[in-house]
């Protein structure tokens, strides 16, 4: 499958590559051959970009899994006025990671608010607290609440949302895309016990980053 919204920017890319394979039949010169290798690799880029495979998501209703692919760059306790006292995940996304996100339990969106912000680059911790980003808090039934933030960074500057504020969803449906890739941070419950270390690959929907006992 590919992303919804990177459709578009394949088609434009591959017609741009269509014109080019054009010209270069009638005008067959060694720089216009190389063009036409450049654009049809391009085609194949852009759709490796915005793929969107199928998961397999764990239902067991006590295992959260990661919001993203990509991997741990920071774990820290800290106190959040929606989760409390909350265990603070933030995952790095690669460029040539999936960009779409998934919902990491069960639960509805009961707010969902856009920050404005600065675009630095994503790999900054600061970037977390200082550039544009998507913050969503999930109520997932009785005292079990977290919250997920996508974060814009300074190539991936757009957020995408698939869901938003009363929406009802189910663990690994998808929430969200960040085309082009950047950060999304995760605020879990204090007693969660978190199942993934730094520097660990995840990938959304399907890597188990905590138990809620």
Do not use: W
Not at 168 to 179: L, R, V
């Amino acid at each position: 499958m590919i992303v919804k919204d990177g459709k578009i920017i394949i088609l434009q890319v591959l017609a741009i590559a269509i014109i080019v394979v054009v010209f270069t039949l009638f005008f067959p010169f060694k720089f216009m051959q190389i063009l036409s290798m450049i654009g049809g690799l391009l085609v194949l880029l852009i759709i490796f970009l915005f793929r969107d495979p199928a998961r397999k998501i764990e239902r067991d209703k006590n295992i959260v899994v990661s919001p993203a692919d990509g991997r741990v760059v920071a774990y820290n306790e800290i106190s959040d006025s929606f989760v409390g006292n909350a265990k603070f995940l933030s995952i790095r996304m690669s460029i040539f990671d999936v960009c779409v996100n998934r919902m990491p339990a069960d639960g509805e969106i009961v707010s969902d608010e856009y920050i404005p912000g600065e675009l630095i680059p994503s790999y900054k911790a600061a970037a977390s607290f200082v550039n544009k980003r998507r913050r969503i808090n999930i109520d997932g039934g009785g005292e079990f609440r977290y919250g997920v933030t996508q974060i814009a960074g300074m190539v991936a500057r757009k957020i995408v949302p698939y869901l938003s504020k009363g929406d009802h969803a189910k663990k690994g449906d998808k929430f969200g895309a960040i085309p082009f890739a950047s950060k999304v941070d995760i605020l879990l419950p204090a007693d969660i016990v978190v199942q993934v270390t730094l520097n660990q690959k995840l990938k959304a929907g399907k890597t188990v980053i905590g138990i809620y006992k």
